[in-house]
């Protein structure tokens, strides 16, 4: 089980381009109390900014780079298909009721974080209410001193 979650660490941070091309071995090693809590504000921020249509926060926030993939979708979505869902969803009314994240583990490896997290969403579009239960992986990598959301995979969780 603890080779499984390596190696999938490994390959996510890989396929995002978040090493330089000369590798080193490098452990992961868990956040201090002061950065768990600044990578879960980073985390909110992106959330919350996504569901209020933030764009000026979200640009900030989110890398050049960014990658995402939904549930359910085949294709995935780079940064300008993401901020374009943030509009299309304020321009249905759409509207967060809640978002919880019960369980949240991260490693850290240097300047790269990885966040494993489940995740409960109560939104609200067209006077019907959606409740979904996810997981979701989450990448962030320290750029300029600032932690930047470089990808996300969120799963239905079956």
Request: charged share 25%; proline share 3%.
């Amino acid at each position: 089980m603890k080779l499984t979650k390596a190696l999938f660490c490994a390959v996510a941070v890989l396929a995002s381009g978040l090493l330089p091309f000369t590798v080193s071995a490098q452990t992961h090693t868990k956040p201090t109390e002061s950065e768990r809590k600044e990578l879960l504000t980073v985390r909110r921020l992106v959330w919350d900014s996504y569901f209020n249509n933030d764009r000026t926060q979200l640009t900030r926030l989110i890398g050049e780079d960014f990658l995402t993939i939904n549930p359910g979708e085949e294709h995935w979505q780079d940064k300008a298909e993401f901020l374009a869902g943030a509009q299309g969803f304020a321009e249905h009314q759409g509207k967060l009721v809640s978002l919880n994240f019960p369980r949240t583990e991260i490693q850290e490896f240097g300047d790269v974080a990885v966040l494993y997290s489940i995740v409960r969403i109560t939104m609200e579009s067209g006077g019907k209410r959606e409740s979904l239960n996810c997981r979701s992986t989450e990448v962030f990598q320290k750029r300029e001193g600032q932690w930047v959301n470089t990808g996300a995979h969120v799963d239905s969780g079956r």
